[in-house]
């Protein structure tokens, strides 16, 4: 039972956690870093890194090491950590996974096999410099240690993605394909070091039987339950409450899928990773619906979970200077190395190559996440740790401003400069997105004198992969194409809107119909970038609305200033 | 620590918790009933009385009364709990309390002072019927016994006139004023009742103490710190990621004030109350901004809450039926008398000043709340929390029906009769709420002949009180006047929309401006009845957005059934 004190002390640090971890975690956004950097450093400030330091008694006032009050947060931090590999497990698309096809397989596979292997020569080979402290045996440590670089992070990939407006990009989508296949075959590494440890004897399992009792659990969600949750969503979106009854469904399928992986041996995360991959996969899911589970797991339980982190761990006792060098090398240079080559070999240029494997780089949660796990079952001690951590958020710092310098251009292609008076539909016809994606391939015909039916197929071809709604009633439907060698754009407005299944919801009023030639990348993320960059400015927007006619609308796309900084 | 098995358990009971739980409330739903009766019964078959009887093996491995598990679980109610009255304290809009005045002011001192006396009276006179069993003394059993009759339930109260398209009416913000009122009342006095069992002890506290920090407590959240909160809302909507940021300030004050007042001895959920409605009171708190609050509450906290209770408490062994019916006529008894009289001397006619007491008489999730705090501090044993949660439920379950069969009648005013082409604007010319108010009071005056100021000045005074919007575009500014002897409605229409702070966010596009006598209350509620009930056809709704004239918005009316069942 918890006491009166132990709940006086739970529901203030409850507060204190939460409140410092958000404030700091906002301070952290402004200066456009990630937010998980000032959530754990909320920690380290409360932790016994600062506040130990400087106020022991204070400290021990507040997060006492009594068992009631750390029970009861430890279940809180539990059902973070679950909620978090659940948001990550759902953003995994399998189905476009496999549409990417070879270059999203060579990426993804370079990228994990470079950093694996890397990580594994260098443990197994100088393991004591690296942190072994026989916890375990060296082949399970390096084992890990080659998963740890290996991983990927979704989740934070996707975020950087959309912050450049590259999100719905060609590149943006072959980068959040290979990370997602990158996550998915380093979770499942990852599980068979786990059940290696022997995680499972506590249920009298041994290793083999855990790996062959997770592989059929993997395999029956993936397969069945995958099959059956697209079956009972558009039931739940219908009806139960929204968003009530989907969030309780999915949450109760995540707890019963975690709670199953626990019992095999290989840690509650797993199996809510793989009920998210198999309940995100379905077309059925929303993007709305997937923003408000996404909401929920990280404004309020991800704060807590990483600053957690910084309460446990003596950042400033733990920090082993030469290691986090190594180990920084390490990571940066197996994925980098891999992505860039794989990507390479795919047959993508130069620059924007080396810009896969910089966005491929990025580690954020997830290696937290492994690194704790590997921590808690004495494969890593809390040296290597710390290591971890400070790689996972360098890695994740790095990694947008050097894509920025990688791919953009000096002088980019502006949509006002790329729209004629006779691409510009002031009024759709049709109703639905493939009709109006249709009457639009059908005036980009007229314009490129190519057919219309080609087009038509390109562009539902990309959509079917992954929407291309921005939010705020604007969707970019897009495909490149051998045929042209200039970039087209057609522009047709809905006064109604269309539903383009954006994550607000909003139809879309203004479908901005891009065609690229297949040979130049770049100019497809420049348009892209510059449509999101115009309509986000609130005013261009509604004029371009409203606009009856072309010159209104060039005259709202005026409203943006031509340079921002 | 929590161990490995800890970990599965807690994660198991967590995903069948919460599974049944949402579904038996879902369930619940489609037979028009309160969700949490199927919360509560997910409990009952989890827990002793009924698992527990049929199966107690797989009970007990399910549900160990081990003390890790139940720790982690504890300290997850108690987290909902506290959430459950930050909701409710949120609802309590204090501002708009004090304008509603004397009526508001009776109905709520009267529906305190008769069930708190008949239900004092009743226990004091034969404490041992009644469940009194020496926990404490008769005078905290009588004082508890008197609050519990009196409590009600603001949230329920809410949701059922929501239900019956009665909440924007006058009637709706009468109930919702005094629910509020009492609420707030009761909870004081709740609170006096926990510190004179000494809840503070463990603090050092004595009762007089207790009572003394717990006023200033009060007294400081709800004037420097409501002050503050006005302050610091608008900053934290612009410059942090909505809702997080929002969702992180507001939690992180919430459990610190629970933690305070916890410290203080009068129970954290006291805390969580006050600190929610100095925070509700503020005019920067969007509506849409606490529909994301709420929505985090109650979809996952309440329902492992009720959930739980089912789970602690045997209702079939705890079930005495003498004591369940005497409960429950004392306190229909007391509060239908108290509320209905209050409405009456207040000028309320027959038949309505009993719908007001029925809709006050629901006591929903409150009631039992403070039951189960009553049971903790020994205060109450097991069969009279059982009488007090059926007492609950019944009152909940009964509000609706009867309010609906007292208030309707059976010819009621139509939107499509009343609009007359005149009065029909088929753009307006302004953008912000009260120009567009300002400028269909003009046009109502040419209807009426009034005086245009005098009908803008009392719309807005009563757009001041609570906003009208009724989500998916539409809005319905009201107001009821002496001058006029029959109703008078105005229609305009927006096409950009004009904001009206809904709870979806979206832009009024169509404002219904309604004027009825002051004397006929009736006509009111059922002119915003029917305006809620034809809107809420998705294609009446789009025709009436798109309606040039006054032609095709009544054919747009036109197509929405007469009778729906």
Redesign the interface.
Known sequence: ?????D??????D???L??L??FLG?VA?RYRQPMVVGEIAAGILLGPTVLGTLAPELQQILFPIRA?T???????T??AV?LLLLVAGIEINLSSLWKQGRTALLVSTLGILFPFLLGFAASHTWPHFLGFDGGTDILTFSLFFGTALSISALPVIAKTLMDMNLLKSDMGILVIASAAFNDLIGWIIFSVVLSLIG?GA??GRNPQQTVILTIIFTVFTLTVLRWAFHKILPWLEK???W???I???V?????????AT??LGVH?VFGAFIVGTAIGDSKHLTERTKD?IT??A???FA?LFFAFIGLRINFAANFNFPLIIIVFLLACTGKILGCSLGARWGGIAGKESLAIGFGMNARGAMEIILGLLALEFGVIHEQLFVALVIMAIGTTMLSGPVMEWLIREKKPLKLMHLIKPAGFVESLSYKNRSDVIMELAYRAADETGLDSAMIYKAVWDREQIMGTALGAGIAVPHARLLEITAPVVVVGRS??GVDFNAIDGAPAKLIVFILTPTRDQGAQLQILADVARVFSHPEAR?EAF?AQNYDSFIDALKTVPDKET
């Open positions: 039972m918890l006491g009166t004190h709940i006086t002390i739970v529901l203030l409850l507060g204190i939460l409140g971890s958000r906002e956004r009631n750390l029970i009861a947060l430890e279940g809180l539990t059902i679950v995680a506590v249920y009806k139960t409450v968003p009530g009854g969030l309780g469904f949450f109760a399928f995540t707890m019963i899928g975690a709670a626990q019992w509650a408000v909401q929920f990280m404004n309020i704060p006064e109604e509604n409203k």
